[in-house]
């Protein structure tokens, strides 16, 4: 019996064990088998084949989707199909470019939808996190094989847990027959460590002009490399219609070694790269695209649309798994000396048949609007390549505290200085108006403190104060050339211009001091004013109780006014609280935040003729303020208010309407953000109202965000350690870590060998514990086994000497199930679901009892916030029955 009972336990342990082992890639299947599928739509997502007990394959392919229209962008996110680290060696495209115009494969740790398929043209991207390309396919490219030993990490040490498919639908009449689409690619995986990781660098020309008529336009980019040896295997060129050939290049000691060269009207697929080429410390990679002018009537740019071009030069390259770094790129551009010695060859079109040409032409007029590869979003138009950074706040500033009111107006003077318009020890409360807007607290008198702060915007220190004993509920506020500050003041229910001198003269007034109106000569509650810098006219948003934009010349003559626009003539919304204005002086036009109805109109100044709008459903139903930048094709910023979407900043595309970028504070979070302006260096700053502050958004040149398509690449500060010999790389940043000065490079490096005797020790040390994992956990098993044996035997043999039997009554499931228990305790204690909801969700704790008729009264319930809450005449809605 006691035999029995052994067996018995050991059975049961043994089978746990199995299925431990192999819980990881079995839960998985079974999850995907059981996941439902429609007949018309693929079989299914995910097929995994196991051939081994370390190698599988994934077969990734859409759920049978139909394009809604030509140049669509859809994603799907997949798990890493196991919790352990693993490695993609192979892929294998699924595709033709009849109906597929190029597709990418990216690893990342938070894709932006887990459920089914999505649109990652729009707003959404890829992933919420960094995310690094894998793969890429177009034109019917080839697969892409990679050396043995070599392969792409993924899972958990990696921060790769999850792989997003993006297929770029180029023509969607290659969906006329109503065919659903399956296509995909399958990833030849093995969870056995490689010695050499593999990773891709891109070098990308971003400010490239191709003139007119031109023969030939050079697109040259170069950087100094400053991390661990890479090995180039493999090269992929891209540029749209115009691109003749592109060339990759390593530079060591100035001679210029060819890492690979291809015409970029060939099927884009990584060719392989010069074999004798690798890549150390102190060299630099250098790569031309060679643009033709002839037959354009514009300059062409780099950017997006099918009428833009790029210019990108792909590395696929290992290097030892010890210093991997998956990513890196350069968008530096090359300087004309050291392009003079480029070898000729560079400036040499590959000659493309006219097969080839028409298959390339095949797509019409929908050529790459925007390769995912390249760094550039799909469908977020971002054709501000000088807007390549992600904007992320400044916690330092200011340096020290301002001690403001509530904060509700921000502009920018001559010398770019700051100025901050807020409320003092004023605030706008409920009993501030009556019904008919009048002012109600006239007996406290005008601020006493300066409202009219010049602060440094490098440090936050104040640099001058006025605005004493002037006004009673400041609002808007702008400056003209002359540095005079206009503006608005809703209990005054004026517009005012004042000098800028410190001396507090008002040199203008404009409206009735605490006389509400609609006529020519009065306002009610005017929030903001916009400056024409060439003419002096001005333009007043007025405002709470009026719905209507004013326009007088420079010495307050009224000149004309009008209300919202809309394209279609048949509907038309009134404006719904004009909050924000701004001027656009490179396209003569006046725009204003409708924070109500949560859009943005743009009127020509010089008509009041509407011109477009912009409305997002990311806004939440509310925009508070905009501001504009000229740089590229034009930029609005925007901040939004309290509605059914989170508070943040965004970054717009004036042309295209997409949101390039959205930010918000690291630590405090907003509030209630009221104005915001951008400075000539990119530097955004964000006066919140609710918790009287300013917060200050950057992003440096040597540590910036690239968010382009999902994809976000840190990249990062020079390093010390290039000027140290001896410092050991963080493993955790996301760019190439510097490395030891004098490490040297290994003569004809492959990833199956190296010449080196002490790597190959290394190697052969490293690859014990591979061998032994299987083992350990059974050695670790059989030794907490001993005791339990032993408690067996000892209580068996106590049974036997007093009854001269034993009878064991077990229950069937006790031992397995505090196995089952100890199992679900490891791997289902932590809901990353959960954990995420909770970490990411958004309180409205403080925001219900707010009106959605108004945001800048002051609240007076215990549990409220600092924000305000800006009040008008429309009168609150009906609060809903219990």
């Known amino acids: 019996m006691m035999g029995a009972c052994v067996l018995f336990v050991l059975l049961v342990i043994c089978q746990s064990h199995s299925l431990h082992t192999q819980s ?67 892929f294998i495209p699924h595709a033709s470019m009849n109906t597929v115009h190029h597709m990418l494969l990216f690893g990342c740790k938070t894709p932006v939808s887990t459920s089914s398929y999505w649109d990652c043209g729009s707003v959404q991207g890829t992933c919420e996190d960094e995310a690094s390309i894998m793969y890429a396919w177009a034109r019917n490219a080839p697969p892409t094989k990679l050396p043995k030993d070599v392969g792409f990490k993924v899972g958990r040490s990696s921060g790769m847990t999850h792989f997003v498919l993006q297929i770029h639908y180029g023509d969607v009449s290659a969906f006329r027959d109503h065919h659903r689409d399956c296509s995909g690619l399958s990833l030849r995986m093995t969870t056995k460590p490689q010695p050499f990781i593999a990773g891709i ?141 480029i070898p000729a060859e560079a400036n040499v079109p590959i000659a493309v048949s006219p097969a080839d040409m028409n298959s390339m032409m095949h797509m019409g007029h929908s050529a790459d609007h925007q390769d995912v590869g390249s760094l550039e979003d799909s469908k977020r138009a971002e054709q501000d390549l000088d807007q390549d ?108 211009k004042v000098s800028g001198d410190g001396r507090d003269r008002t040199l203008l007034a404009l409206g009735e001091e605490f006389t509400p109106g ?57 404006f719904h609280v004009p909050h924000s204005l701004v001027f656009l002086p490179d396209r003569q036009e006046v725009c204003v935040a409708d924070r109500e109805n949560g859009r943005i109109q743009c009127f020509i100044a010089e008509s009041g003729e509407f011109v477009k709008e912009i409305k997002k459903e990311e806004f939440g139903g509310e925009v508070f303020a905009i501001t504009y930048s000229p740089a590229g094709d034009g930029q609005i910023f925007a901040v939004n208010g309290v509605g059914s979407a989170p508070l943040r900043g965004f970054v717009i595309d004036y042309s295209t309407k997409d949101i390039l970028d959205t930010f918000n504070p690291e630590k405090k979070e907003f509030k209630m953000p009221h104005d915001i302006v951008v400075t000539r260096d990119g530097s955004v700053f964000v006066g919140d109202a609710g918790s009287k502050r300013v917060f200050k958004f950057t992003s440096e040149k040597l540590h910036r965000s690239v968010k382009k398509a999902g994809i976000e690449v840190q990249e990062l500060e020079a390093m010390e350690t290039i000027v140290q010999t001896k410092l050991r790389p963080d493993h955790n940043v996301s760019k190439a870590a510097a490395v030891h000065p004098k490490q040297s490079e290994p003569q004809q490096p492959r990833p199956q060998q190296t010449t080196q005797e002490e790597e190959e020790k290394k190697k052969k040390s490293e690859a014990k514990p591979i061998r032994g994992q299987g083992v350990l956990p059974a050695v670790i098993t059989t030794l907490l086994l001993v005791p339990l044996l032993l408690v067996i035997s000892i209580g068996l043999f106590i049974c036997w000497r007093k009854n001269n039997r034993c009878e064991v009554k077990t229950e069937p499931s006790s031992v397995g199930g505090i196995l089952g228990k100890i199992r679900g305790k490891a791997v289902g204690s932590l809901n990353l679901g959960n954990f995420f909801a909770s970490h990411k969700g958004y309180s409205r704790q403080g925001f219900d009892q707010l009106s959605t008729e108004g945001s800048d009264q002051e609240r007076m319930e215990e549990d409220s916030s600092d924000s305000e809450n800006e009040e008008y005449s429309a009168l609150p809605p009906p609060k809903a029955s219990s």
Not at 302 to 319: H, L
Not at 415 to 426: E, M, T
């Open 389 to 496: 950074s992600h904007l992320e706040q400044v916690s330092s500033w200011p340096q020290s505290s301002l001690q403001l009111g509530q904060v509700s107006g921000l502009a920018l003077d001559s010398d770019s200085n700051l100025v901050i318009f807020h409320r003092g020890d004023h605030t706008w409360g409920a009993d501030s108006f009556n019904s008919h807007a009048q002012y109600q607290q006239r007996s406290l008198g005008p601020i006493q403190q300066s409202t009219i702060l010049v602060v440094d915007p490098a440090k936050g220190s104040i640099l001058k104060a006025s605005g004493r004993n002037m006004f009673y509920l400041p609002h808007g506020i702008t400056t003209d050339k002359d540095n005079n500050y206009w503006v608005t003041d809703v209990a005054l229910h004026q517009v005012l």
């Open 24 to 90: 990881p890639l079995h839960r998985y299947k079974r999850s995907q088998d059981s996941a439902p599928s429609e007949p018309s739509l693929c079989a299914s997502r995910i097929n995994q084949v196991f051939t081994n007990s370390h190698n599988f394959s994934v077969d990734i392919r859409m759920p049978g989707v139909v394009p809604g229209g030509s140049d669509t962008y859809l994603c799907m996110s997949f798990p890493v199909p196991t919790n352990r680290d693993s490695y993609i060696v192979d």
């Open 201 to 341: 660098y891109l070098l990308m020309s971003v400010d490239t002009v191709i003139l007119p008529g031109n023969r030939v336009t050079n697109a040259d980019v170069a950087c100094d490399y400053s991390s661990y040896p890479i090995y180039p295997f493999a090269f992929r060129t891209h540029t749209h219609h115009l691109g003749k050939v592109v060339s990759g290049y390593r530079i060591r000691d100035r001679k210029w070694t060819l890492i690979g060269r291809q015409s970029p009207q060939l099927p884009q697929a990584f060719y392989p790269a010069n074999r004798d080429v690798s890549v150390k410390y102190g060299d630099t990679l250098a790569a031309r695209c060679v643009f033709t002018g002839e037959g354009q009537t514009s300059k062409t740019y780099i950017g997006g649309t099918s009428d833009d071009e790029m210019c990108n030069f792909y590395i696929m390259y290992y290097m030892d798994s010890k210093h991997a770094v998956p990513y890196m790129n350069c968008m530096e551009p090359g300087s004309a000396e050291l392009f003079e010695q």
């Open 518 to 574: 609609s006529d020519s000569r009065h306002f009610c509650q005017p929030t903001d004013v916009a400056v024409d810098p060439h003419t002096g006219n001005i333009f007043v948003s007025d405002g709470y109780c009026n719905a209507r934009i004013l326009k007088f010349s420079a010495d307050g003559k009224y000149l004309s006014e009008w209300g919202a626009g809309t394209s279609d003539r048949r509907r038309r919304t009134l």
